[in-house]
């Protein structure tokens, strides 16, 4: 999976749970990063190039941040648009964006789509591409809750 990509840096594997991988970067200066990353299942519409999306939740206790949530997708987001975010058809979240990125409002939300996520099975990304595409991206969540324990124990 990803996993191929972050080991010609100075990351850490610490595991691969089934749809995600669990990952401990300490830069240079000490600083511990510890984050979970996946990649889609499925994409849509599939005659769009989709760049290269990825999920990631991300722990760095120097900074106090936990569970910060961030997609990228590779491509840019129409300006003051929003990314919803849907784990099992149920709970639903909106991310802001900039750039190529989302992310959530605050600590609140980002502890809350975690929590959702960890009790999910499947979510959907709906964004709106700088062109004006409606596009979709359909990620497991197999494996998540083991992945986020993983980062959980690294980065204290």
């Known amino acids: 999976m990803v996993a191929d990509v972050a080991l010609a840096d100075n990351r850490q ?3 691969t749970y089934r749809d995600w991988d669990a990952f401990l970067l300490v830069k240079d200066n000490g600083e511990k990063i510890c984050y979970i ?6 994409s849509w519409p599939s005659t769009l190039r989709h760049g290269n999306p990825f999920l990631t939740v991300s ?3 120097r900074r106090k941040i936990k569970n910060e949530v961030n997609f990228v997708v590779g491509y840019r987001f129409k300006k003051n648009s929003h990314v ?3 784990v099992d058809k149920s709970r639903t979240f909106r991310l802001f964006t900039e750039g190529d990125g989302a992310w959530g409002d605050d600590v609140k939300a980002d502890n809350a789509m975690t929590s959702a996520m960890m009790r999910g099975s499947n979510l959907v990304m709906s964004a709106r591409s700088k062109r004006g595409n409606n596009t ?3 990620f497991s969540l197999s494996g998540f809750t083991a992945a986020h324990n993983a980062i959980t124990k690294a980065c204290r």
């Open 13 to 15: 594997l610490l595991g």
């Open 37 to 42: 990353i996946s990649i889609p299942k499925s």
């Open 59 to 61: 722990n760095k206790p």
């Open 84 to 86: 919803i975010m849907k």
């Open 136 to 138: 979709r991206y359909r």
